[in-house]
Structures are given as C-alpha cells and as structure tokens.
C-alpha cells in the first residue's frame, strides 16, 4: 500500500511541477534592439531566456514566426513548449522613425561648403529618402561620394548612416544648390495702394537667382512705402516697385512752420499738392492767399525755409489773384 500511495505522488508532484515550469507564448512583441531573443517568444523560461536567436526585423517593420518554427525553436533549445493549434504566432515588431531631413540637409551642407559652394544656399533634393531609424538611434551621416558642378550647382552624393547598433544605411541623392542671400522681403502677398507695415516685413533666404536689379537690402527701405504694383511674398521686393506714402494730400489743411529770429511761428495752411516726406510742395494761406513753397515734415504738417519769397504773393484787397489749386498743380 505505501509503494503505490509513493508511486502517485511523484507521478503528481511531476504533473504539477512541469506545468508550472512549462513555458507560454507571447503574442505581439515589441522589440527595442538589434537582435531577437528566446524570451522574445516564450514566457517563463529558465537560464536560456537571454539566448540570441537571431537579427531583430529593420526599424519600421516586423517578422512573424509561425507555429512550425516555434516548434522547431522549442525543440532546439529544450522549451517546454508545443503549439496546440497551426494558427499560433508570435509577432515581433520594431518601432522606428524615418530619418530626420535635417540631419541629412547638415551633412550635405558641409559638403557643398568644402567644394566651394556659398554658406548661404538653398538645397533642392530631386528625391529625398525617408529610410527608417530606432527610436532611440543617433543617426551619424557622412557624406562617402560627391560630385558637385559649381556652374549649375547641381550635386549627387553617396552617403552612409550610422544607426548605433543597427547597420549603417547608404542613400544616394541628388539635387542642386542655389546660392542665397539674406533679404527682407513680404510675408504675404501686398496689393497695389496698400502701405507696409512692420508686419508685413521678414528676413528670408532669397535665392541670388532671383534678384534682379535694385532690391531692398533692409527693411527701413519696406516699412512705410507704398506699392506701386502688387508684390508676391517670400520675393525680392524691387525699389522702383515702390514709392513714397504720401503724408500730406492736395486740399487738405496743412501746419506751416516758419523759424524767424529764433521764433518758430506757426499757421494753417492749404496744401495744393499732394507730398511725401521732404518733398517740396506749394501752400496756400487761406487769410492772405499767399502761396509759398513747403517741404513736408510730417503727416499734415510742413516746413517753410527762413527768407522763401512766396510763389504768389498775398493779396492786398478784393479782387486779387485768381487763386485755384489747379493752378499750381
């Protein structure tokens, strides 16, 4: 009776203990390094849970083992482990990111500036890669080939990605380098009439290619001109596109200034033309009916120069000059 009762309980304690031991599959994994591992795919594992099995799939993608090879995989390293039905699988998956353009922009930068091109240029890729990453990678270009024509700018680079522990990449690319200068110019489209404000203005990267003839070179030539005709944004702004902003118009009341033995005398007047500033303009004083030349100091306001004769003298009496703003036009 004691044999049999001993037999049975090793036969349980054996049931027992080899399924708490057994190993179980994982589903869907989500890897982190370059190699794949025994604990990748079986839970529950003893000593061999870190044996490397294998590449892990590249960033951005995925492997999927199929019940047979994870069979074939418990066999060889002794996991207690059978698929129960054909359809099981594990799926490995690595995250990745694609390749950051600015990374690549920098590395083909210092090379177009060790063949001679300008620090200031614009680079236009014909077809730009986007090779995925790890999440965690520090991607390292250098630039292996490159052929670059200085008369047309136009480039074609070999280069090499280190990504940490995964294998380098090589990308080839080709495109042009467009010299650039830095230029103020439009941040939107501006209509003819309209006046620029501060706001209007930026500092761009203007491709040299696109400057022709006399542009603004800062923005105290932008603010407060008015367009002549419409003017595009992120473009060159030519100076003949614009003009002055007139700050005194024909007809309306102006405040003549007239500095007199250190006296500065002061008079309404009626300007007869329109004016920008420091432009020489004719005014009329409505009481006497003088016209005088003014330069425009200011909105509505002008400056007449010590000792100006009036253009049209005042009058003494009724009857006097047929004074019309037409007539000084």
């Not at 890669?129 to 790890?134: K, L, Q, V």
């Not at 294998?167 to 650039?180: K, V, W």
Request: include cysteine.
């Amino acid at each position: 009776m004691f044999r049999p009762l001993l037999f049975f309980a090793s036969v349980l304690l054996s049931f027992c203990f080899g399924h708490a031991l057994a190993a179980s599959l994982r589903a869907v994994v989500e890897l982190s390094g370059p190699e794949v591992r025994l604990s990748d795919l079986f839970a529950g594992l003893g000593p061999d849970a870190d044996r490397v099995l294998g590449p892990s799939p590249a960033p951005g993608e995925r492997i999927i083992v199929g019940a047979a090879q994870l069979a074939a995989i418990a066999r060889q390293f002794h996991v207690d482990w059978q698929p129960s039905t054909r359809t099981e699988r594990v799926v490995l998956e690595r995250p990745g990111r694609a390749l950051p353009r600015e990374v690549v922009l920098d590395a083909l930068k210092r090379a177009l500036a060790d063949a001679g091109c300008s620090d200031h240029c614009q680079i236009d890729v014909a077809t730009f890669p986007r090779p995925m990453i790890a999440l965690d990678a520090t991607p390292k270009p250098v630039v292996e080939q490159f052929d670059y024509d200085v008369a047309s700018g136009n480039f074609v680079a070999v280069m090499s990605v280190a990504r940490d522990n995964d294998a380098p990449l090589r990308i080839r690319l080709s495109g042009r380098a467009s010299p650039t200068a830095a230029l103020p110019v439009l941040a939107r489209r501006v209509l003819p009439g309209a006046v620029i404000e501060a706001g209007d203005v930026k500092i761009s990267e203007v491709r040299t290619s696109l400057i022709h003839g006399e542009v603004a070179q800062s923005p105290d030539q932008l603010i407060g001109h008015v367009v002549k005709r419409m003017i595009a944004a992120n473009q060159p702004v030519a100076l003949a596109d614009l003009g002055a902003q007139e700050l005194v118009q024909r007809g309306s009341p102006v405040l003549m200034t007239l500095d007199v033995g250190g006296l500065s005398v002061r008079v309404e007047g009626e300007a007869l033309q329109d004016g920008a500033l420091d432009d020489h303009i004719k005014v009329r004083n409505p009481l006497s009916l003088a016209v005088i030349d003014a330069v425009v100091t200011g909105p509505n306001t002008v400056r007449v120069a010590p000792g100006s004769l009036p253009l049209v003298p005042p009058q003494s009496g009724p009857g006097g000059y047929p004074l019309t703003p037409a007539a000084y036009r």
